[in-house]
C-alpha cells in the first residue's frame, strides 16, 4: 500500500516550473500519504529514515508555495524567481524520488509473506513503539469507527482475571505495570494495545466505546471462547461508506502483535449498535479439567452432574454478590464429565462440561467442588438434589471452592454472528499454545525428576517419572489440564494429580497395610471369583477408552471368571464399529455386539446414520439393534430427536429381524407407546397381566412383534410390569449391589422375584457400576470390568432365594436365546 500511494504523488508532482496549484496537491497528497503511514497497524513501516525524508520533502514543498504566493504579491519579486523556483522544484521531486526508491527497496526487503514485517527483536519493537509515540497523533474523527465483537483467548495463570475492579490489580483489562513499549495508565494490556495500534483514541474510556464481555472470568480462568464488543478505529475514512469484511483491516492480527502470547484474538465481526456481548448471548459453556488419579467415582460424579440440568435456584451452588444479584434462578443446559487427552505420561484426564444461560459468580468452581467430593465418597450423589431445594437448605454450606487454574470459559454462543477469522492468525495462536504447552511439560519432567529423587527416601522406589515425563515433554502432544478440588494443586489428589501429570501414579494406599498403590486391574484381580456356573454379560462398553491400556487382561479375567459370553455395547456408529473391530480379534472369551445410537448420542445423527447402522448390523456377530431408547431425565439431546431415532432403530430392528437392546428413563410412558406402536399385539397382551404376569405363549416365552431387553433396570414395581407387559426381557447390574437408601437397590432386589425365568439377564455394564458388595470399599477397583459379574450373580441369586448355579444357568440359557449365540458357547466354558 504504501509504495503505491507514494507513486502516486510522485506522479501527481509537476516535471518542470510547477505552478502553486501543482505544489498544493502534492503536498495535500503527501500529507495524506504520511497521516496514513503513522496510523498503520505495523507501526514498524515505513522505515523511520523514509519517513522522515518524505516529511522533509513536504516541508520544503510548503515553504516553496508560500515563496511563490509572496513572490505574487510583489513582496519578494525578483527576475530570477521563476527559475530558482523551478530549480528547487526540481531538487525537491528528485528527492521524492529518492525517497519513492528507499520505500520500494524497503517493501521488496520485507519478508514476502507477510509485509509490513513484524519487528523480530525486543529491542526493534521498542524502538518502534518509540518511533509510533513521538508520531503526530492521529486525528481518529477522519475515519470511521466499526462495532465489532472479538473472539478472544487467553491463558489465566498470570492474570487476576479478566474484567478491571477497583481493588485489583494486573487484571487483563487493568494492569498497571505492562511488559513492552505499550505504557500504564490504568486500562490494562488489552486497552493499551488497542491504543498502541491506534485503534481507540489514546484518551477514551471503555463505555465511551460501548464495550461490553461475555463473561467475568476470575483470577487464574482461561478462555477459548470469550468474547468482547468494542468499537474500533475502521481503515474507511469519514466520508466513505463502510468496507466490506474483506477489505477491513485485520483486527486479529493487527492487535495480536501488540498483546502478549497468552492473549489472542482469534476473529472478529460485525454487530448490530444495540450489542451486548453479556446480554446477548444465548449459552455459556464452562469446562473443569480433572486428573483421575483412581480416587474418583465417576460414574457417582455423572449421577450427580444430570441432577443440575433444568431451570433451579442455585443459591446454594454459588458466591452470593447481593449488591448486584436478587434472583439465582438460572438454566443448566447440559453437564457431563467427558474423557480428554492427556499432554502428558498416562494419567487419565476428564473434563467437566456445563453448558447453561448465564452463571452465577462461582457457579462453576463451587459444582465442581461438590462433585469431586461426590467422587471421593465424603457426599452422596442425592446432595446436589438436596442443596438444589432451597426450601430445605436455605442458606449455602461452609465449603471450599474448587482451585481455579482448571477452569476455562469454552464458549459463548450468538446468534447470527459471523466471524472473520484469518488462517494465518489462528497459525500464530496454535504457534504460541503450543510454544506454553512445550514449557508446562519441561515443568512436569522437572518435577518428576524431583519425586524419583525423594520418593526413594520415604522408602518408596522411584517410578520411572523422570523419563515418562522426559519422553512426554520430548513428543508434547494434545492440550489437556489438571484440574480438581484437593490439596491447592491442579488434580483431583492435590500433590498425587501433579505426580500423574509428570507420568506417575499417585501413591495412595488402598488398604491400611498396602505400600503401594494397586493398579485397577490389579484391584479387579484381587476380587476375581469364579461363577459356579457359566455367566453371559449382555452389557459391556469395552470399546470405552478406560480399558484402553489393559483390555486383552480384562478378557482374561473374564475368562477365569467363569464369563461363558460378552455383548459389548454399542452406543453410536464409532463405538459400534469399534465394537465390531473387537469381536473380528482374538479373545479368550466369545465377543458379541449390539450396533446402534444411545438416546444421548442421538443428536449427532445425521442422514448417513441408518445406513451405517444397517451395515454394521449385518456384520455375523451383531446380535442386536442397540443400544437405543429415551433418556427424559438428562436430556443430552432434545427429546423429540430421540423420539425420531428411536422409531427408527425399532423400525430396522423389525426390518433385520435382530432384538432390541434398550434403555430408558424417566420416558417410560413415550417409551412403551413407541414399541405398542411397533406391535400391534401389545395391547393385547398388556390387557391384564396375571397369573406369572408375563403376557406370554404357552411354552412360556415372549411372542411380541420385536423382542427387546430393558438393560441395567433401575424402575419400581409399576414399571417392572409395565415392561414385562410389553414382552420385553430385563437386564440387572451391579445397581442391585447398591444398599445406600438414595439409589434404591435394596428396592430393585426385593423385585426380582417378579421377573419370570427367560426373562431375567444380568450384565456389568462395565466400566460403570462397580458391585458394591465388595468388602471392604477399599478393596474395590472404581472401574467396572466383566470379571466381577459373578458378584452381581451372587447378589441376584441372594435376592431370589436360590443358589447361584441355578440362577447363573437361568440367565444364561435367556440370554443365549434372546440374542441367538451358538450353543458352543456355554458348552465350551462348562468344559474349559
Request: hydrophobic letters at 40%; aromatic letters at 6%.
Amino acid at each position: 500500500m504504501a509504495p503505491r500511494s507514494t507513486a502516486a504523488a510522485v506522479a501527481a508532482a509537476p516535471a518542470a516550473d510547477p505552478d502553486v496549484a501543482a505544489r498544493v496537491s502534492v503536498c495535500k497528497q503527501l500529507r495524506d500519504l504520511l497521516a496514513a503511514l503513522e496510523c498503520a497497524a505495523d507501526t514498524e513501516w515505513p522505515p523511520a529514515e523514509v519517513s522522515g525524508q518524505l516529511r522533509a520533502i513536504a516541508g520544503q514543498l510548503e515553504a516553496q508555495q508560500q515563496g511563490q504566493q509572496q513572490r505574487e504579491a510583489g513582496a519578494l519579486a525578483t527576475p530570477c524567481a521563476s527559475g530558482t523556483t523551478a530549480t528547487a522544484s526540481h531538487e525537491v521531486i528528485e528527492q521524492l524520488e529518492r525517497s519513492y526508491q528507499a520505500t520500494t527497496s524497503a517493501a521488496t526487503a520485507a519478508p514476502a509473506a507477510a509485509p509490513p514485517a513484524q519487528p523480530q527483536t525486543k529491542r526493534r519493537r521498542r524502538a518502534a513503539g518509540t518511533a509510533a509515540a513521538a508520531a503526530k497523533p492521529l486525528d481518529f474523527s477522519r475515519y470511521r469507527q466499526r462495532y465489532v465483537a472479538l473472539h478472544l483467548m487467553y491463558l489465566g495463570g498470570k492474570y487476576h482475571g479478566l474484567a478491571r475492579q477497583p481493588d485489583t490489580e494486573n487484571t487483563i483489562e487493568a494492569r498497571d505495570a505492562l511488559e513492552g513499549p505499550f505504557g500504564a495508565g490504568g486500562h490494562g494490556v488489552f486497552f493499551a494495545a488497542l491504543r498502541h495500534v491506534r485503534l481507540i483514541p489514546p484518551e477514551a474510556e471503555p463505555s465511551s466505546l460501548q464495550y461490553s464481555r461475555c463473561g467475568r472470568t476470575d483470577r487464574g480462568v482461561s478462555a477459548l471462547g470469550q468474547v468482547l464488543a468494542i468499537k474500533l478505529r475502521s481503515a474507511a475514512r469519514a466520508d466513505e461508506p463502510p468496507l466490506p469484511a474483506d477489505e477491513e483491516t485485520d483486527f486479529a492480527a493487527i492487535i495480536n502483535r501488540a498483546l502478549p502470547s497468552d492473549i489472542r484474538v482469534l476473529g472478529w465481526a460485525d454487530v448490530s449498535d444495540g450489542f451486548s456481548a453479556r446480554f446477548d448471548a444465548r449459552t455459556r459453556e464452562y469446562k473443569y479439567f480433572i486428573v483421575q488419579d483412581g480416587s474418583l467415582d465417576l460414574a457417582a460424579m455423572r449421577e450427580a452432574a444430570g441432577a443440575l440440568v433444568g431451570e433451579h435456584d442455585f443459591r446454594n451452588f454459588c458466591r452470593a454478590d447481593v449488591l448486584q444479584v436478587r434472583n439465582f434462578r438460572r438454566s443448566i443446559l447440559s453437564a457431563s464429565i467427558d474423557r480428554v487427552p492427556a499432554a502428558a505420561g498416562d494419567c487419565q484426564v476428564y473434563a467437566l462440561c456445563i453448558r447453561g444461560t448465564a452463571f452465577l459468580w462461582h457457579q462453576v468452581r463451587c459444582i465442581a467442588a461438590l462433585l469431586l467430593m461426590v467422587g471421593r465418597g465424603l457426599e452422596a450423589p442425592s446432595i446436589v438434589a438436596t442443596l438444589l431445594d432451597v426450601t430445605r437448605v436455605p442458606a449455602k454450606p461452609q465449603y471450599n471452592y474448587a482451585p481455579e487454574e482448571p477452569l476455562m470459559l469454552y464458549a459463548c454462543e450468538f446468534e447470527g454472528i459471523q466471524w472473520v477469522r484469518r488462517p494465518r492468525a489462528l497459525a500464530r495462536a496454535c504457534e504460541d499454545v503450543r510454544g506454553h504447552m512445550d514449557r508446562h511439560l519441561v515443568a512436569a519432567a522437572m518435577c518428576g525428576a524431583m519425586l524419583d529423587t525423594l520418593l526413594p527416601q520415604l522408602g518408596e522406589p522411584p517410578q520411572q517419572g523422570q523419563q515418562q515425563a522426559a519422553a512426554a515433554a520430548d513428543g508434547g502432544g494434545g492440550d489437556g489440564g489438571g484440574g480438581g478440588g484437593g490439596g491447592g494443586g491442579w488434580g483431583a489428589g492435590g500433590p498425587a494429580a501433579a505426580a500423574a501429570a509428570a507420568g506417575h501414579q499417585p501413591r495412595r494406599p488402598v488398604m491400611a497395610s498396602a505400600k503401594t498403590k494397586l493398579s485397577q486391574g490389579e484391584l479387579a484381580q484381587q476380587c476375581l471369583v469364579r461363577a459356579p456356573a457359566p455367566v453371559i454379560d449382555i452389557g459391556v462398553n469395552l470399546a470405552d477408552d478406560a480399558f484402553d491400556k489393559d483390555r486383552a487382561e480384562v478378557l482374561s479375567r473374564a475368562a477365569a471368571a467363569g464369563v461363558a459370553a460378552i455383548i459389548v455395547t454399542g452406543c453410536s456408529v464409532r463405538s459400534a464399529a469399534a465394537a465390531a473391530a473387537l469381536c473380528d480379534g482374538a479373545s479368550p472369551v466369545p465377543l458379541f455386539f449390539t450396533a446402534g445410537v444411545h438416546p444421548h448420542n442421538a443428536k449427532e445423527c445425521d442422514a448417513s446414520t441408518l445406513d451405517e447402522l444397517r451395515r454394521l448390523a449385518r456384520h455375523p456377530k451383531c446380535v442386536a439393534i442397540g443400544e437405543c431408547g429415551l433418556d427424559f431425565n438428562r436430556n443430552f439431546s432434545p427429546p423429540d430427536v430421540q423420539v425420531e431415532w428411536f422409531e427408527k432403530q425399532v423400525a430396522l430392528a423389525l426390518e433385520l429381524n435382530k432384538p432390541l437392546f434398550m434403555h430408558c428413563r424417566d420416558a417410560g410412558e413415550k417409551f412403551a407407546e413407541i414399541l405398542r406402536a411397533a406391535d400391534p399385539a401389545a395391547a393385547a397382551r398388556e390387557g391384564g397381566v396375571d397369573g406369572d404376569g408375563d403376557g406370554a405363549s404357552a411354552d412360556g416365552q415372549r411372542q411380541p412383534a420385536v423382542a427387546g431387553v430393558l438393560h441395567c433396570f433401575t424402575g419400581n414395581e409399576q414399571e417392572l410390569r409395565d415392561c414385562l407387559g410389553l414382552g420385553l426381557c430385563i437386564g440387572i447390574t451391579g445397581w442391585v449391589c447398591d444398599d445406600r437408601p438414595e439409589r434404591g437397590g435394596a428396592e430393585l432386589a426385593a423385585l426380582l422375584r417378579d421377573i419370570p425365568d427367560g426373562r431375567l439377564m444380568i450384565e456389568t455394564d462395565a466400566p460403570y457400576l462397580v458391585p458394591r458388595t465388595i468388602k471392604p470399599s477399599k478393596a474395590r477397583p472404581h472401574r467396572n470390568e466383566p470379571s466381577l459379574l459373578p458378584h452381581v450373580l451372587a447378589q441376584v441369586a441372594a435376592s431370589l432365594g436360590r443358589g447361584e448355579a441355578e440362577v447363573a444357568e437361568a440367565t444364561s440359557r435367556a440370554a443365549a436365546q434372546f440374542f441367538g449365540l451358538p450353543a458352543e458357547v456355554l458348552a465350551a466354558q462348562r468344559g474349559s
